[in-house]
Structures are given as C-alpha cells and as structure tokens.
C-alpha cells in the first residue's frame, strides 16, 4: 500500500531538530557611559563643596571680635577696631599685673618679713609670754592674748596695731607701737620702741614695756636707762664733759 506524501507533516517533523540553541545576548557598558555615570557625579560633589558662602560676613565690633578671621581679611576700620580691644585688653592685663605686685609687696612688708610690723608684734607678744615678771601679773605665757585697738565695728576680726615710723634729722628711723595684753588675771597695755640705724639692717629695741594698772610699769628692754647711766655725770645740773 503506497502512503501519500504530504510536506506539511514532513516539516512539522523536522522542525524541532532545526531549531537552535536560545543565545541571551550580552550586555556591553561602552566605556564611555561608564566615564559619562560616574564623572558627573564627581563633578557636582566638587562643584557643591568648593561653592562660596554667598552670605557676607558680619562687620565686626570690639564686643563681636573673638580673633577668627584674618588680618588680611579686615578693612581699615576692622584693623582699627581690632587694635583697639587689644590695646584695651593689654591695659587691662598691665593694671593686673601691677595690682598683684603691689599687693605682694605690701604682703611681704607688713607681715612676712621679719622686720615688718606684725613679725615685730609676734616677737614682742613672745618676749612678754616668757617673761616671769608679767605672767605673775597676767597669768600663765599661754593664756596671755594680745590684741590691736579695739574696733566700733562687731564684723571686724582683726584689731589694728597701732604703730608709727618717723625718721629723725640723723636719718634714724623710729619704730613706736602700741598693743594690749590680756591673761587670766589681769591686762595690761604694750609700749615698744624700736630704732634703725642707717649702718643697721633690722631694728632694735629702745623700749619695751608693760602697763598693769595698779602695779609698777615693767621693762622687758630699756636700752635708755642703759644710756643714761653710762653718760656723764652734771655738774650744777650740766654735763661739762
């Protein structure tokens, strides 16, 4: 039996041994699009960071000036203005310093030098502490207190020494201070006189003092009663020698 031929089914059949392998296609970047994405990019980065404040500058004062910009950067009354705060603020500094030497002389003079006012205090006070002639009178060293004039003002702490320097025609300095005692048994009031020489370093005593009311005065240093028997004797009332 002869099968008919029909060329529709033929290239049916065929067709699937025809077919070829599905080939995805490959993506290529040209090497310009990757320059042209990435470039302008960078450039506007750049380009935003390097842009210049638009905003201008306050004009500053000698209250508003902190030192930020440049000298270059100022006007001619900027410069001006700037010279002046800190010719104010080297003033200001000059009075502090000045101040704060002059405290520290004054500190050194009236207290921590052993030839000022209050060393001369601390040494009489001292002297009468140990002296057995005033602690019979005032009671025992370490109880004794001494004490400047007394104040009107209840606030105040510190009584002030009464004390004077004078310089005599010789060139002499005189040293008279004047204080209070007080003990247990009884008070007493403080006369020192001290003398410097001008061949002297530090002062020394002519006298030194103490008042009780009700007793004798007692002489802790009399150099005067001292001077006075070593002078000569008068004759007729005058020295003739």
């Known amino acids: 039996m002869t099968s008919i031929y ?48 638009s905003q201008p500058r306050k004009h500053i004062t000698v209250a508003s000036d902190d030192g930020r910009i440049r000298w270059a ?47 001369h205090f601390n040494r009489a006070t001292d002297t009468i502490r140990l002296s057995p002639a005033c602690t019979k009178l005032l009671g025992p ?19 002030i020494v009464a004390s004077s320097i004078e310089t005599d025609r010789w060139g002499t300095e005189h040293l008279h201070m004047k204080f209070y005692v007080e003990g247990p048994l009884n008070q007493g009031v403080v006369h020192v006189h001290m003398t410097k020489k001008p061949s002297q370093d530090e002062f020394v005593y002519r006298t030194l003092a103490v008042d009780v009311k009700g007793h004798q005065r007692i002489y802790l240093e009399n150099a005067e009663e001292g001077a006075e028997k070593k002078s000569a004797p008068k004759i007729f009332g005058a020295r003739w020698w």
């Open 141 to 159: 060293g370490p109880q004794i207190k001494s004490y400047g004039e007394p104040s009107w003002s209840r606030w105040a702490r510190n009584r």
């Open 73 to 119: 950067d100022l006007s001619t009354s900027e410069k001006a203005t700037r010279t002046t705060q800190q010719s104010f603020n080297l003033a200001i500094v000059a009075v502090g310093i000045a101040l704060t030497g002059a405290v520290t002389y004054l500190l050194y003079t009236e207290v921590f030098s052993s030839d000022s006012k209050t060393s």
């Open 6 to 53: 029909r060329p529709t089914e033929a290239i049916r059949l065929l067709k699937p041994s025809l077919r070829l392998p599905y080939v995805r296609p490959r993506q290529t970047v040209s090497k310009a699009a990757v320059f042209s994405t990435s470039h302008p990019s960078h450039a506007t980065h750049s380009s935003t960071s390097n842009t210049p404040n």
